[in-house]
Nanobody
Framework: QVQLVESGGGLVQPGGSLTLSCVVS????????MGWYRQAPGMQRELVGS??????TYADSVKGRFTLFRDNGKNTIYLQMNSLQPEDTAVYYC???????????WGQGTQVTVSS
């Protein structure tokens, strides 16, 4: 099994910054995908950024403002969020996928609220 523990959410003013952390533990050797998703009230969950095969991708809505980092020594991935706007308000989730066997794991989610 894989366990994901998130932290770093909170309340921030427009234009501010937050960094989210996701600590990965358990059977981590089979992970071939890591991603950050978010879900705003009444909306579908969307992929914000992902890491697979050494490639990092971002949603158009956050490109240039958000950065995904990894720290292999700590088995942790980060999402640095800059120039935050009210439309970024959502619950942010860490996600991991494995192969052979193929499974998907989710963190508990962390609330990010951007408001003045």
């Amino acid at each position: 099994q894989v366990q994901l523990v998130e932290s770093g959410g909170g309340l921030v003013q427009p234009g501010g910054s937050l960094t989210l952390s996701c600590v990965v533990s358990g059977s981590t050797s089979g992970i071939n995908f890591m991603g950050w998703y978010r879900q705003a009230p009444g909306m579908q969950r969307e992929l914000v950024g992902s890491l697979k095969s050494g490639m990092i991708t971002y949603a158009d809505s956050v490109k240039g403002r958000f950065t995904l980092f990894r720290d292999n020594g700590k088995n942790t991935i980060y999402l640095q969020m800059n120039s935050l706007q009210p439309e970024d308000t959502a619950v942010y989730y860490c996600n991991a996928k494995t192969w052979r066997p193929a499974y998907e794991y989710w963190g508990q989610g962390t609330q990010v609220t951007v408001s003045s």
